[in-house]
T-cell receptor
Framework: AQSVTQLGSHVSVSEGALVLLRCNYSSSVPPYLFWYVQYPNQGLQLLLKYTTGATLVKGINGFEAEFKKSETSFHLTKPSAHMSDAAEYFC????????????FGTGTRLKVLA | GAVVSQHPSWVICKSGTSVKIECRSLDFQATTMFWYRQFPKQSLMLMAT?????????EQGVEKDKFLINHASLTLSTLTVTSAHPEDSSFYIC????????????FGPGTRLTVT
C-alpha cells in the first residue's frame, strides 16, 4: 500500500524567501514521486518527478526536490519565492510498475507575502 | 507536447439529467487515462482508470452505473454522469499517460459541473 503525507496545509513565505514544502511517502515497492502545481480552477501542471537515478531533481520555475529513501521524503524547495508561486501544490506517489495510479497528498496552499 | 484537453470546461445541468465530459490527448496516444474528482480546497480523488478498448476499473465507493466511462480510442475518454444530482456537483479532472515512459500523468484543465 502507498500513502503520501504533506505536512502543512498552508504555508506562507515572504517574497524572496526560501520555499520548503514537505512530502513524506510510504510505499512497499520502489516509488515514483511527483510534485504538481494547481492554480485556481485549473488542472495540474507537473513541476518535477523522480523515477530513478539522481536523487536531486530539478524542475520548472526554479523548483527542485530531493528523494531521500532513508527518510521516505521528497520535499520541494525553491531558493527564492515569487508572487507567481502562490498556488496549491500536490505531492503524488505511484508504483514503479503496474497501473501507475497516483496517490495524492492532501495538498499545500502556498501564500507569498509581498 | 503532452497536452490534454477537456470539454466542456464548465457545465450546468438540471437534476435528473445526464452530462458527458470529454477528455482528449491532443498530441499523443494515451494507453491509460484517469478520472478524478476534486472538492473545493481538497485533494484529487481517483474515480477510475480507463484503458482503451476495455472496461474501466473503478475505485472503491465509486458507482460505476452512475459514472459511465468509455475509452473509445487512444486519444479519447468520456465520463458520463447519469441522473445527476446536486451532490454530483464538483470539479472533474482527467489525466493521461503517454505510454509507459516516465509514467507521469498529464492533466486536463478540468470541468466544473454544477447540478441545479
Amino acid at each position: 500500500a502507498q500513502s503520501v503525507t504533506q505536512l502543512g496545509s498552508h504555508v506562507s513565505v515572504s517574497e524572496g524567501a526560501l520555499v520548503l514544502l514537505r512530502c513524506n511517502y510510504s510505499s512497499s515497492v520502489p516509488p515514483y514521486l511527483f510534485w504538481y502545481v494547481q492554480y485556481p480552477n485549473q488542472g495540474l501542471q507537473l513541476l518535477l518527478k523522480y523515477t530513478t537515478g539522481a536523487t536531486l531533481v530539478k524542475g520548472i520555475n526554479g523548483f527542485e526536490a530531493e528523494f531521500k529513501k532513508s527518510e521516505t521524503s521528497f520535499h520541494l524547495t525553491k531558493p527564492s519565492a515569487h508572487m507567481s508561486d502562490a498556488a496549491e501544490y500536490f505531492c503524488a506517489v505511484s508504483a514503479a510498475s503496474g497501473t501507475y495510479k497516483y496517490i495524492f497528498g492532501t495538498g499545500t496552499r502556498l501564500k507569498v507575502l509581498a | 507536447g503532452a497536452v490534454v484537453s477537456q470539454h466542456p470546461s464548465w457545465v450546468i445541468c438540471k437534476s435528473g439529467t445526464s452530462v458527458k465530459i470529454e477528455c482528449r490527448s491532443l498530441d499523443f496516444q494515451a494507453t491509460t487515462m484517469f478520472w478524478y474528482r476534486q472538492f473545493p480546497k481538497q485533494s484529487l480523488m481517483l474515480m477510475a482508470t480507463s484503458n482503451e478498448g476495455s472496461k474501466a476499473t473503478y475505485e472503491q465507493g465509486v458507482e460505476k452505473d452512475k459514472f459511465l466511462i468509455n475509452h473509445a480510442s487512444l486519444t479519447l475518454s468520456t465520463l458520463t454522469v447519469t441522473s445527476a444530482h446536486p451532490e454530483d456537483s464538483s470539479f472533474y479532472i482527467c489525466s493521461a499517460i503517454p505510454g509507459l515512459a516516465g509514467a507521469e500523468q498529464y492533466f486536463g484543465p478540468g470541468t466544473r459541473l454544477t447540478v441545479t
